[in-house]
C-alpha cells in the first residue's frame, strides 16, 4: 500500500504550525459568534470561503492585513491584531519551495529592493488572488495531481509575503489590457481577482498601470519579462517561455529591457486612469 501524505504546508516545514492553528481556531468562533458563514465572511475580507476554511484549519497562513479587518469585523477586542509581530516573524521564516529552475529567481526576488512587471498574458503571481490561481493551476495541460497543485498554489502565495517585509520593495506592474479583460475562471473569481489588483494598488509601494489595447504603436513585442533589484547587486532581468527560465545578467541586455520597460509605462494608463478603468470593468460584470 503506498503511503501517501498531503503536501507540507510551509508553517509545518518551519515549526511554526502552531500559531496558525491556534490563530485560526480563534478567528472560526469569533465568527461563529457574529453568526457569519464562511462565504460572508469571506466576501468582507476579500477570499472566498475555501481561503477562509484553509485558514480556520491552520493550513494557510493568515497574513497581517487579514488579522486587521478579522479583528474589527468580529469585535476581537485588538486579539487578533496583538498577534500580528509573531505572525510576521513566523512568515519570515517560512522557506519558499520551487521547482530547482526557479529557485534562483525566488530568491532574488524574496530580498530584491525593487520589483517591476510587464505582463501580456497573465497577472503575474504576485498579483494573483487565491482562486485565479487555483484556476489557473487546475486548468494547465498537461494536467496536474491534486498535490501538485496545492503545492503550488501554496508555493506562489507565499511569493506575495513580500508585500508584507519592511522595507517593502517598490513594485511597478504594467499589464496588457487583455490580462484585465480575460474572466480566468468565470466571473466571480474574475471579480476576485479584479477587486485584488484594485486592493493591492493602494499600497503605497505598489503602481499597476494597464496599456490600452488600442495603441497605433508598442515597443514591446517580444513578450513578459520581469526587473528586479537584489540587494548589493545590479539589476537583472527575467523571461519564461513554456518553463524555460533565463535569468538575464548581461548589463546591456538587462538596459535594453529597461529602456523598452520605461518605454512601456510611459505610454500605459496612469496609476490612477488604471484604477478608473479596473472600477469600471467591474462595474459591468
Not at 462565504?39 to 492585513?65: H, L
Not at 501580456?120 to 501538485?148: A, C, I, K, Y
Not at 476576485?192 to 513585442?221: C, G, W, Y
Request: proline share 6%; charged share 30%; hydrophobic share 40%.
Amino acid at each position: 500500500m503506498t503511503d501517501e501524505r498531503r503536501p507540507e504546508t510551509p508553517a509545518e516545514a518551519d515549526g511554526t504550525t502552531g500559531l496558525f492553528t491556534a490563530l485560526g481556531k480563534m478567528m472560526k468562533r469569533l465568527r461563529e459568534r457574529r453568526g457569519l458563514t464562511q462565504k460572508e465572511f469571506g466576501q468582507m475580507v476579500g477570499y472566498g470561503p475555501d481561503a477562509i476554511s484553509s485558514m480556520e484549519r491552520g493550513v494557510r497562513t493568515i497574513r497581517p492585513q487579514v488579522l486587521e479587518q478579522a479583528d474589527d469585523l468580529l469585535d476581537a477586542g485588538g486579539l487578533l491584531k496583538d498577534a500580528i509581530p509573531e505572525v510576521r516573524e513566523a512568515m519570515s521564516k517560512v522557506r519558499t519551495r520551487h521547482p530547482e529552475w526557479y529557485r534562483s529567481y525566488a530568491a532574488l526576488e524574496a530580498e530584491a529592493r525593487e520589483l517591476h512587471f510587464y505582463a501580456n498574458q497573465g497577472v503575474p503571481g504576485l498579483l494573483q488572488h487565491e482562486e485565479h490561481t487555483r484556476v489557473v493551476f487546475s486548468q494547465r495541460r498537461p494536467l496536474l495531481s491534486e498535490e501538485t497543485i496545492e503545492k503550488r498554489i501554496a508555493d506562489r502565495l507565499s511569493r506575495q509575503q513580500v508585500f508584507d517585509r519592511w522595507p517593502p520593495p517598490m513594485c511597478s506592474f504594467v499589464l496588457e489590457e487583455v490580462v484585465v479583460d480575460r474572466a480566468i475562471g468565470g466571473r466571480a473569481v474574475h471579480e476576485a481577482q479584479m477587486k485584488q489588483l484594485l486592493r493591492l494598488s493602494v499600497l503605497r509601494n505598489v503602481e499597476i498601470q494597464v496599456m490600452p489595447t488600442n495603441v497605433d504603436f508598442h515597443p514591446n513585442m517580444d513578450g513578459a519579462f520581469n526587473l528586479l533589484t537584489p540587494p548589493r547587486h545590479p539589476q537583472v532581468a527575467y523571461t519564461e517561455i513554456q518553463e524555460f527560465p533565463r535569468l538575464i545578467t548581461d548589463a546591456e541586455e538587462v538596459r535594453k529591457i529597461v529602456d523598452r520597460y520605461g518605454m512601456i509605462r510611459a505610454m500605459a494608463l496612469t496609476p490612477l486612469e488604471t484604477r478608473a478603468l479596473i472600477e469600471k470593468k467591474l462595474e459591468e460584470l
